[in-house]
Structure formats: structure tokens, C-alpha cells
């Protein structure tokens, strides 16, 4: 089998380097991919954007691709799986309609409202003078949010209303956010623990990966702005079987039995960003289309089975005789960053201690990083996830954290605290 892999982020590194080790693949190509993705055994990368729809079709036509997985959202929201399915290609991935549960924020809590999962309550918004309306009838904190895609950043908590109607202004009238921020979505705040539930969904058939809880603040004790995401770790404790079961029952078969019913059933990774509150009741905040960035990292860690495998079945519609084997130990990463990330930051830095990793427990996964003379250097504002498995949560930290402090750029920079929700527990 020939496998290509779409995006260039940590999660098509960790998506490459797991695909590579199927029995069953022969070569992994990555479009455009990065300099951990060049360098993986069994890997190629290949010069290709990831929204040049035409061209990735024509590689995959050349090379005699078997299987394609899509990374990132915006090309499946954009439609390339419908595009490569009528070229006659296999493409595991939602196509555009049921793709806008992340599209379109607003068309999600419309979803959510008509299929009864419970949710936020909320308000979308074109009129700037409608939305400050709506503000100042509401109690704050509260949550704002471009209604389309804007990279992990389109969203706003407002402790004040002040605040929340700087937010609207910014978002409407502004347009910070570009096109993806013509509609503004409005949200009750909701208190609790955030989780990460992804499952591998093919119609009505559903597959849960191991549980995961991600870091999306900036600052450590989940402080300052909102991020792409600074660590992640696999299974979150606060996931027993009661709660697992309730998420299956009240969110994920109401999602996809939905779905089906609205005609536009969901083929491919579906993403549950939850907040389980103090009574242990799940509400949806978001739903993403793909696999979660940095969850995917320490998720494949965990990962015994064939991922091609898995992949097939879904696209085969035999989902449900299928079986996942994990490993039971802990897997935490680390997201090392540029300087001045989320804002702006500088590329080109050569990093150096890459080598000194030297460990069958932990694995660097390559984000925002490319290969110039010889040299890795920094490309992007999440540059590596360094990710690593240990018998307790406490173990794997501590073996994370060893192998970050090798790696060295100019002004890296990292969360020190990745994981401690779960060391509370």
C-alpha cells in the first residue's frame, strides 16, 4: 500500500511516522510535510501545498496512491475529499457538508440544538449593533467566537463586558479574522474540566481512540491567550466509564445518527471538544473534522495497532469489526515554541539537540520546522511536540521534560506544567 499523507503540521509528522510502521504500507509520501517528515524511514516529502487541490490529485495519480489521509481542516472543509473521491481516489476524511462542524460554528450549535446535545447557550450575529445588544443582556464571562476557520485563534473569553464588546468590534467590524469572521458566534461560558474526545466514525459505525486532554492556554496554569495548543497528554483521568459512556450515548451516536439523517454522514477522524462540569455532565464546545493537534502526538504513542488498517475498515464500512489495542502506559507532549507565539515570531533559527533524543520511550515530532543546508531551523510558532511514554503521568513528564531541555533555539520557549490536571488526580 501507498500512502499519502496531506499538511505539514506535528500531527501529519506523527500521522507519516505511524502509517510507515503498517506491515501493510510500502511508502509514505507527505505533502508538503516538514524536515521530521523528510527524515522518517519509509517517508518522502513532496512540494506540494496542502490547499493546491489539483496538484495533490495529479501526485497521487502518479504515484499510485492506495490511500490519501487528510491532516488539516481547511482542505477538507474546502471539499478535497469530495474532489479526489470523484477522481476516483480513496480519501479518508469527512467531504465538505458534514465538514462543516467545523466549518461553521453556527452551523454546528444549530446541529447540536436540533439533534438535543447539550451545548452552550448561544446567539450568531452579522450586525455589529445587534451583537452589542445581546451583550449587554447577557452575564459574562462569556465566550466569542468567529463563526469560520481561524487557525485555533477565533476565539475570545470575555470577563467583562467591556471586554466582550471590544470582541465583537474586532471580529465584525475589524474583520481580524478575515472571511472567517463575517458571522460572530456568541456563547454562554461554561465551567469545568475541558476534554478531548476523538473517535474514528464511519456512518452510523463509531471506533473511540483513547481519551486525551490538551493545554490550549498559552501561560502555565492554563493562563493567558488561547493557542493551537501547548501539550498534551493521553488517557485523561477524569474519563472513567460512567463519563465515557455518557459521552458515547448523550454526544458522539447522537452526532453521527444526525449526520446520517441530514444526509451528509461522516467518514473520518471526529473530534468532541468537551467541558465536563462538577456534576460530571458533558456538553459540546466544539467539534473539529480531523485529529487533534497535539493530541494526535501522544495518542499514535499509545497507538499498538495498524493505523492503515483502521483507515481501511472505515473507508470499507467494516468499522464495527474492528478492534484497538493500546498501550496502557501514559504518553504526555510537550509543545516547544517561538518566541513571542501566538503573536508574531521569528523563523529561521537553527535548532540543535535533536540527536541527543536518543530514547525508545520518547519521540520528537516535527510541527513548524524545515530543512536549509543541512540544518533544521525553525518554520512555524508550535515548532516541535516532544512526546513521551512512562508508566505513570508523573514518569512520562518527567521524560518529556528531560528531552526538551536538550533541544535548543534561539528564544524556545515552553509550558512547564503540561499535565498537571491529571498529576492532581
Not at 133 to 141: F, G, H, L, N, T
Not at 192 to 210: D, H, K, M, N, Y
Not at 244 to 249: E, K, L
Request: charged share 20%; hydrophobic share 40%; with cysteine.
Amino acid at each position: 500500500m501507498r500512502v499519502l499523507v496531506i499538511g505539514n503540521g506535528g500531527r501529519e509528522h506523527a500521522l507519516a511516522w505511524k502509517l510507515a510502521g503498517s506491515g501493510h504500507v510500502d511508502r509514505v509520501f507527505v505533502a508538503p510535510g516538514n524536515a521530521g517528515t523528510s527524515a522518517e524511514p519509509g517517508v518522502e516529502n513532496l512540494p506540494i501545498p496542502a490547499n493546491d487541490t489539483d496538484a495533490l490529485i495529479g501526485a497521487a495519480q502518479a504515484h499510485q496512491i492506495d490511500l490519501t489521509v487528510v491532516g488539516p481542516e481547511a482542505p477538507l472543509v474546502n471539499g478535497i475529499v469530495d474532489r479526489f473521491e470523484d477522481a476516483g481516489l480513496p480519501c479518508f476524511g469527512p467531504r465538505a457538508g458534514p465538514a462543516q462542524l467545523e466549518g461553521s460554528k453556527s452551523f454546528t450549535k444549530a446541529f447540536l440544538d436540533r439533534h438535543r446535545i447539550p451545548t452552550a447557550s448561544w446567539q450568531a450575529f452579522t450586525d455589529p449593533d445587534a451583537a452589542r445588544q445581546y451583550i449587554e443582556s447577557r452575564d459574562v464571562p462569556m465566550v466569542l467566537k468567529a463563526d469560520g476557520l481561524a487557525a485555533g485563534k477565533g476565539v475570545i473569553i470575555a470577563k467583562d463586558h467591556g471586554q466582550a464588546l471590544a470582541a465583537a468590534d474586532e471580529i465584525l467590524v475589524d474583520q481580524r479574522f478575515g472571511a472567517a469572521g463575517r458571522r460572530l458566534v456568541i456563547e454562554d461560558f461554561l465551567e469545568g474540566e475541558e476534554i478531548s474526545f476523538i473517535c474514528v466514525a464511519s456512518g452510523t459505525q463509531v471506533l473511540p481512540l483513547a481519551t486525551s486532554q490538551d493545554h490550549k492556554a498559552r501561560e502555565a496554569g492554563d493562563r493567558g491567550p488561547n493557542t493551537g495548543g501547548m501539550g498534551a497528554y493521553s488517557p485523561a483521568p477524569r474519563v472513567d466509564a460512567e463519563l465515557h459512556q455518557r459521552i458515547m450515548d448523550e454526544v458522539i451516536h447522537p452526532t453521527v445518527h444526525g449526520l446520517v439523517q441530514e444526509r451528509i454522514p461522516y467518514l473520518g477522524f471526529l473530534y468532541a471538544g468537551l467541558m465536563i462540569d462538577a456534576q460530571g455532565n458533558p456538553r459540546v464546545l466544539e467539534y473539529n473534522c480531523r485529529f487533534g493537534d497535539p493530541e494526535t502526538q501522544p495518542i499514535l504513542m499509545r497507538l499498538r495497532s495498524d493505523l492503515a488498517g483502521l483507515c481501511q475498515a472505515a473507508l470499507d464500512g467494516k468499522l464495527d469489526q474492528y478492534t484497538i489495542d493500546w498501550d496502557p502506559r501514559f504518553a504526555l507532549g510537550v509543545v516547544m515554541v517561538a518566541a513571542g507565539y501566538p503573536g508574531e515570531y521569528p523563523r529561521g533559527d537553527k535548532i540543535s539537540g535533536l540527536q541527543e533524543v536518543r530514547s525508545d520511550n520518547i519521540k520528537v515530532f516535527h510541527a513548524g520546522t524545515r530543512q536549509e543546508a543541512g540544518q533544521v531551523i525553525t518554520d512555524g510558532g508550535r515548532v516541535l511536540c516532544v512526546t513521551a511514554l512512562g508508566a505513570t503521568v508523573d514518569t512520562a513528564q518527567q521524560e518529556a521534560y528531560s528531552a526538551v531541555g536538550a533541544i535548543h533555539w534561539r528564544g524556545a520557549d515552553w509550558r512547564p506544567d503540561i499535565g498537571w490536571r491529571a498529576l492532581n488526580r
